[in-house]
């Protein structure tokens, strides 16, 4: 079974931080670059991050408070959330594809997603 597993998502408060995990099963993470994203209600899915082998770039509007690594022998990618504010609460959501190019901008190539976990941002 092919799938992506996110998990660390909850309340937090303003200010305060979260590591997401996304687990890989059914594959191994070295040819696949994998992104994060995030979708809140009534809004469109937004691209925060993208990650290689040996390279990871982040949306500029969340450079110095959004970081991603990955663990390629746990098949585990990270994304580490610091001075979380209320408008980053969303539905976080890991998401696979082949490494035919790499960047950001490439959403539509995507074609292997995980369920999504909640991230809530409130006093």
């Known amino acids: 079974q092919v799938q992506l597993v996110e998990s660390g998502g909850g309340l937090v408060q303003p200010g305060g931080s979260l590591r997401l995990s996304c687990a890989a099963s059914?594959?191994?993470?070295?040819?696949?670059?994998i992104g994060w994203f995030r979708q809140a209600p009534g809004k469109e899915r937004e691209e925060i991050s993208c990650s290689s082998n040996s390279d990871s770039k982040i949306v500029e509007s969340m450079k110095g408070r959004f970081t991603t690594s990955r663990d390629n022998f746990q098949n585990m990618v990270y994304l580490q959330m610091n001075n979380l504010k209320p408008e980053d609460t969303a539905v976080y959501y890991c998401?696979?594809?082949?490494?035919?190019?790499?960047?950001?901008?490439?959403?539509?190539?995507?074609?292997?997603w995980g369920q999504g976990t909640q991230v809530t941002v409130s006093s």
């Open positions: 998401a696979a594809r082949p490494a035919e190019h790499y960047g950001l901008g490439y959403e539509f190539e995507y074609d292997l």
């Open positions: 059914g594959f191994t993470l070295d040819y696949y670059i």
